[in-house]
C-alpha cells in the first residue's frame, strides 16, 4: 500500500494514520485526482457494496455486519460501538451555583455530606469574584471550606466546585409543582398530576444541550422508579427571532424596539396582537412601525360591533348562510392554530371573519361574543371590556371556548376557476362536488369565459372536482 504525507489528516484521528478512500470522502478524493491515485468504487450510488469480493450485493448495513463478523472469526479484528455521548463534567470553578456536597478527609478521602445536612448552602461573600491564584472563591473563606468530617469529626476541606447550570436547569421543571416542600426536591403526587410538561417553549440555544441533560435526567430518575416518564417534554417549540425593518435588532444600530412607546401610543393588546401577527411562532418576524396599525383598525371594528351589539342595532336578525360557514370554519381554523402555535393565522382568520360581518352588516349577538372570547387570548384587556359590555358580570376567561358544527365548517358553493388553454380567465360558483357537465356548463353561460372562446372549438376539457376547469380550444 502506497504511504502518502498530507497536511489535511488530524492527529487525533487515527493516530495521524488512516486509510484514504477516494471514491467515498471528499477530501481523499481531491488528494486522489491531485496526484492521479487510483479511485475505486466499492459502494454503488444505491448503497450496495461493489468490488468487494465475497460481499458485492449485500447492501451497507448488512455488508457492515457481514464484514465485522469475518473480521471476528478470522481473529483480524472486533466490532466495537463508538458513542458520540461521552461523560458530562457537572462542575464549576466558581461562586455562583449549588456546592457539590462533598467532604475530603485525609484519613477517609471523599466523604458524602449526610442527608441531614443537605443542601449546602452557599456562604455570604463579597469578594467572589475568581482571581489570578487559580483558587476557587469558596476556599479562601476558611470558617466554610473547613468543616467537620461525617465519619471521624477530623477537621476536613468541603469541595469548592459548584455544579453547572446546565445540570441545575436540567430538572427545574419537576420543582415548580412542588415548591412548598422543604424534605423533598419534588412530591410524587404533585409530579404524578403536572408532568411530563405538555409543551416546553425556548431559544433554539436550548433546543441541544439543554434538552439532552434534561432527558438524561428524566432517563435517570424513570430508571430508578422516581417518576413515571422518561420524556420530560412532550412538545418542544422554538421561538423565532423578532427583527427591526429587515435587521437584527442591537443598541449599536439603535433600532431596538421599546414596547413602553407603543404601548402608550397603541395599546398594550394592540402590541401584543401585532407581535403575534407578524409572522409564524417559529419563524418570528420584521417589526415595521407602519405595519402595526393594522391590528388596531381590527380592533376597533370589533368594538364598534360589540357597540352596536349594546345599542341592539340590527342584532339578532337572520344571518345569511355564508356568514355561519364562516364563523364556524373561524372557530375551527383559529382553534387548531392555536394548538399548533400558529397564531397568526388564527387572527387571519378572525379578521377575514369581521369583514365578512361587515360585508353583511351583521352583529348578531352570539357570533359576536364567539369572536370576542376566541380574541381574548391576543388581546386580554380589549377582550374583558368588550365582555363587560356585552351585559357579562364574570369574566371572560372563565367561558368555555367555542365549539364547531363540522357540516357547517363545508361551504354548499365552491368557486371553480376557468381555464382556457390553462390560463386562468374566469371563475364560476358551483354547489360543491358538482359533476363535469354542470361545471362545463357554467363557464360557457359565463359571459367572461365566452369572449375568450369565441370562434374557437372546445377539444378538450380538463375537471378537477371543487377547483379547476381547463378548457383546451383550437
Not at 364556524?328 to 387572527?347: D, G, V
Amino acid at each position: 500500500i502506497p504511504v502518502w504525507i498530507s497536511d489535511y489528516v488530524l492527529m487525533e484521528y487515527g493516530t495521524g494514520a488512516i486509510m484514504a478512500v477516494p471514491a467515498h470522502d471528499e477530501r481523499d478524493l481531491e488528494f486522489a485526482r491531485r496526484y492521479g491515485l487510483q479511485v475505486t468504487t466499492v459502494v454503488d450510488a444505491n448503497g450496495v457494496l461493489v468490488d468487494s469480493g465475497s460481499f458485492s450485493g449485500l447492501a451497507g448495513a448488512d455488508g457492515k455486519s457481514a464484514i465485522v463478523r469475518w473480521l471476528e472469526t478470522s481473529g483480524a479484528g472486533k466490532g466495537v460501538i463508538q458513542y458520540r455521548l461521552h461523560d458530562w463534567c457537572i462542575s464549576r470553578q466558581r461562586y455562583w451555583g449549588p456546592p457539590i456536597p462533598i467532604i475530603y478527609c485525609d484519613e477517609h478521602g471523599a466523604v458524602p455530606v449526610p442527608e441531614e445536612d443537605l443542601p449546602v448552602i452557599l456562604p455570604p461573600i463579597e469578594d467572589f469574584r475568581p482571581d489570578d491564584s487559580g483558587i476557587s472563591p469558596l476556599a479562601r473563606h476558611e470558617e466554610w471550606y473547613y468543616t467537620p468530617c461525617p465519619v471521624c469529626g477530623k477537621t476536613s476541606r468541603r469541595e469548592t466546585d459548584v455544579s453547572d447550570t446546565f445540570l441545575d436547569s436540567a430538572w427545574y421543571y419537576l420543582r415548580y409543582p412542588s415548591t412548598e416542600f422543604t424534605d423533598r426536591p419534588f412530591d410524587a403526587e404533585r409530579t404524578r398530576r403536572w408532568c411530563p410538561v405538555a409543551t416546553y417553549i425556548g431559544g433554539n440555544e436550548h433546543a441541544v444541550l439543554h434538552l439532552l441533560y434534561s432527558r438524561f435526567i428524566a432517563m435517570v430518575l424513570h430508571e430508578l422508579g422516581h417518576v413515571e416518564f422518561d420524556e420530560p417534554f412532550r412538545r418542544f417549540r422554538a421561538h423565532g427571532l423578532i427583527v427591526k425593518d429587515g435587521a437584527k435588532m442591537s443598541k449599536s444600530r439603535g433600532n431596538v424596539v421599546v414596547p413602553d412607546a407603543y404601548i402608550t401610543r397603541w395599546g398594550a393588546d394592540t402590541f401584543r396582537m401585532y407581535l403575534m401577527f407578524l409572522g409564524p411562532f417559529q419563524e418570528g418576524g420584521d417589526f415595521r412601525d407602519e405595519g402595526i396599525s393594522g391590528p388596531r383598525r381590527f380592533l376597533d371594528k370589533v368594538w364598534s360591533m360589540v357597540s352596536a351589539c349594546v345599542r341592539d342595532d340590527k342584532c339578532g336578525g337572520e344571518v345569511r348562510h355564508a356568514a355561519v360557514v364562516k364563523w364556524h370554519q373561524t372557530i375551527k381554523r383559529a382553534t387548531e392554530s392555536i394548538e399548533a402555535l400558529r397564531y397568526n393565522s388564527a387572527i387571519a382568520a378572525m379578521m377575514e371573519l369581521v369583514n365578512v360581518l361587515r360585508e353583511d352588516n351583521c352583529c348578531d349577538r352570539q357570533v359576536v361574543q364567539d369572536l370576542v372570547i376566541m380574541l381574548a387570548p391576543f388581546a386580554p384587556h380589549f377582550s374583558e371590556e368588550c365582555w363587560e359590555r356585552l351585559g357579562h358580570t364574570t369574566t371572560i376567561f372563565g367561558e368555555l371556548w367555542p365549539e364547531w358544527d363540522e357540516e357547517l365548517v363545508v361551504e354548499s358553493q365552491v368557486q371553480v376557476a376557468v381555464q382556457v388553454n390553462g390560463k386562468t380567465r374566469s371563475t364560476v360558483n358551483v354547489p360543491r362536488d358538482s359533476g363535469e357537465a354542470h361545471v362545463v356548463a357554467a363557464a360557457l353561460a359565463d359571459e367572461t369565459t365566452r369572449r375568450f372562446l369565441a370562434g374557437k372549438d372546445v377539444r378538450k376539457q380538463i375537471y378537477v372536482p371543487n377547483r379547476l376547469l381547463n378548457l383546451v380550444v383550437g
